[in-house]
């Protein structure tokens, strides 16, 4: 079936330690995005790429940064820099079709104490 | 993106028709409105989307007023599974564009 895969579903870090969370899509989609979303709270954009190579800041990149190497994968590192890491990651993706909907994946929660 | 307003809870009852209201007085003539819902803890999920005309398909039905400022999505027959958090937003909908999510309207569905 194809969908977007995020690993693992829980993770846990130690301040201080930069940590990378895993999407990869086999949806053939162009565009990918990293959401964060706090307990109680909507989803914040934290960065999109609209193909390969390229990618923008969304509305809290600071203290994050991602890679899109290959059309499936969009890796997001939480690094040491981010004040306050602890949330629900998620990934989505969407194809080239104009008004082509955004797909979810079920999402990282990470844990840094 | 448009702003979009939603009431923060509703409940209905199990078997019956929800209707969900939507505000986007601000919306432009480019942009789509999107639902999504998401269940605690899940990914949100897509539901529909709309540009003026009324739209249906297996989940619900959306309905979009002729001055496109108001929206509403009709779960027909609520189930209790339906309980969940359901946001409405307005997004160009140009190819690879993002989504910018408000705080939804949480729906109980009551047995």
């Known amino acids: 079936d194809g969908g977007i895969t995020q690993s693992p579903k829980y993770l846990f870090r130690k301040e201080g330690q930069n940590v990378t969370l895993s999407c990869e899509q086999n949806l053939n989609h162009d565009a990918m995005y990293w959401y964060r979303q706090d307990p109680g709270q909507g989803l914040r954009l934290i960065y999109y790429s609209q193909i390969v190579n390229d990618f923008q800041k969304g509305d809290i990149a600071e203290g994050y940064s991602v890679s899109r190497e290959k059309k499936e994968s969009f890796p997001l590192t939480v690094t040491s820099a981010q004040k306050n890491p602890t949330a629900f990651y998620l990934c989505a993706s969407s194809g080239t079709a104009y008004n082509s909907p955004l797909h979810f994946g079920n999402g990282t929660r990470l844990t840094v104490t | 993106d448009a702003k979009t307003t939603q009431p923060p809870s509703m409940d209905c009852a199990e078997g019956r028709a929800a209707n969900l209201p939507c505000n986007h007085s601000t919306i432009s003539g480019n942009e789509y409105v999107y639902w999504y819902r998401q269940i605690h803890s899940q990914g949100p999920q897509y539901i529909i989307h709309?540009?003026?005309n009324n739209e249906t398909n297996e989940m619900a039905s959306l309905i979009i007023t002729e001055d496109r400022k108001s929206s509403t999505l009709i779960l027909p027959h609520a189930t209790l599974r339906d309980t969940a958090v359901y946001y409405c937003i307005v997004r160009v909908g140009a190819a690879g564009n993002k989504l910018t999510f408000g705080g939804g309207t949480r729906v109980l569905v009551k047995p």
């Open positions: 709309g540009l003026k």
